[in-house]
């Protein structure tokens, strides 16, 4: 049986032009590439289980590894639980530090360090759209590894007050 071509969209970025993500749920790959930013790839180790609600098919740091540009980095998920913040996701390479947290319903918001460089939005199929805040200057590097987590994790979330109301709802009876 053949498999299943592997999703792949291009996004026409306004700072870093065309950025090619390819998202593999099945096998747990997402690559992240283009003219202007370096090569990231994000796997799930071969043989793991895959939950389907998460588009690499897992948060378990564990049996996740990734590069840039060929060379390792650091990966640190949060458990994601019921808060925004139990999303997030932490990269650390070459000195730099990078984290996506939700911060609306439908998009996440990438720091690097403190510093917010902008705002990603992604449904879970590859599709990666980056709003960028030209104030704080990202680079290529920031660019790659924001595609990539976004495309790798999914973006967004819903504030607690919103979760509370829907457990609360399901619970009345009729």
């Known amino acids: 049986m053949p498999k299943d071509p592997t999703p792949e969209s291009v996004t026409d970025d306004d700072l870093f032009g065309a950025i090619t993500v390819r998202l593999d749920g099945r096998e747990g790959e997402v ?17 793991t289980d895959r939950a389907d609600h998460v588009p690499i098919g897992t948060r378990d740091g564990a049996v996740l590894t990734l590069t840039v540009d060929g060379a390792p980095a650091e990966l640190d998920l949060a458990r994601g639980r019921v808060t925004r913040r139990s ?14 947290v939700p911060g609306s319903i439908p998009s996440s918001r990438l720091l690097r360090g403190r510093e917010r460089l902008g705002d990603f939005s992604s449904g879970g199929d590859g599709r990666v759209f980056a709003e960028w805040r030209r104030d704080a200057a990202p680079d290529a590097r920031d660019a790659a590894v924001g595609y990539a ?23 009345l009876p009729g």
């Not at 690559?31 to 043989?47: C, D, I, Y």
């Not at 999303?87 to 996506?100: F, H, I």
């Not at 976004?150 to 919103?162: L, R």
Request: charged share 20%; hydrophobic share 50%; glycine share 12%.
């Open 31 to 47: 690559v992240v590439e283009g003219a202007s930013v370096p090569r990231v790839v994000l796997r799930r180790t071969t043989g």
């Open 149 to 171: 987590l976004a495309a790798a994790f999914g973006t967004g979330g819903q504030p607690m007050w919103m979760m509370a109301l829907e457990l609360a709802g399901d619970l």
């Open 87 to 100: 999303y997030r996701v932490d990269v650390r390479y070459a000195g730099r530090s990078w984290r996506l």
